[in-house]
């Protein structure tokens, strides 16, 4: 479990880099209604996050996370919705038995409505998760009855060469500027 953790604080290391990265918004400004936390301060609600994990209350830390993730969805904030998820995936392999692969589950679920950068970016990270996953696992893995291709949509049924491929695959994704899996 610590190389899973240790695996989403590098990625919100990699995220970190992403959000010094200055963006141009070209959406109107709106003056709607306040959301849970005030436009733009995400800040308070990460240091929230963080002291909720300093005490031990992941669960707590969780539900903080999933609002911060609903706020940057609704404002179209791609460097949060990506923090957010990451700590989501982080919370999740801390509190369920299978909360990586879940974890795998929801980065893939948001791939589906990314768009670029953040796609880009989503690919490298799957294609980096796909990759730990098999590196943590390859002994299990390798005493599976492989299953034919296509059957299976679960990580945990699928062959050594099926996860290799699919990381590989997110790589690739990840500098083309096409979209693939």
Request: glycine share 6%; proline share 4%.
């Amino acid at each position: 479990m610590s190389h899973r953790v240790y695996f989403f604080s590098s990625l919100l290391l990699l995220l970190f880099v992403i959000n010094c990265h200055p963006k141009t918004s070209h959406q109107p400004i709106s003056t709607m209604a306040q959301p849970l936390l005030p436009a733009g301060d995400y800040d308070s609600a990460w240091k929230t996050v963080d002291s909720l994990e300093q005490q031990g209350l992941y669960k707590s830390a969780l539900e903080t996370v999933e609002t911060i993730y609903a706020l940057a969805k609704k404002d179209k904030n791609g460097a949060q919705t990506i923090k957010a998820l990451l700590f989501r995936g982080k919370y999740t392999t801390m509190l369920e038995e299978d909360g990586f692969v879940k974890a795998v589950g929801q980065f893939e679920l948001e791939l589906k409505t990314a768009s670029q950068p953040e796609k880009s970016i989503l690919h490298s990270m799957l294609g980096e998760l796909y990759a730990t996953y098999l590196d943590n696992q390859r002994y299990q893995i390798q005493n599976r009855t492989p299953i034919p291709d296509g059957e299976g949509g679960d990580i945990q049924t699928w062959s050594i060469e099926q996860i290799e491929r699919q990381a590989q695959a997110h790589y690739a994704a990840s500098i083309m500027p096409r979209t693939c899996c």
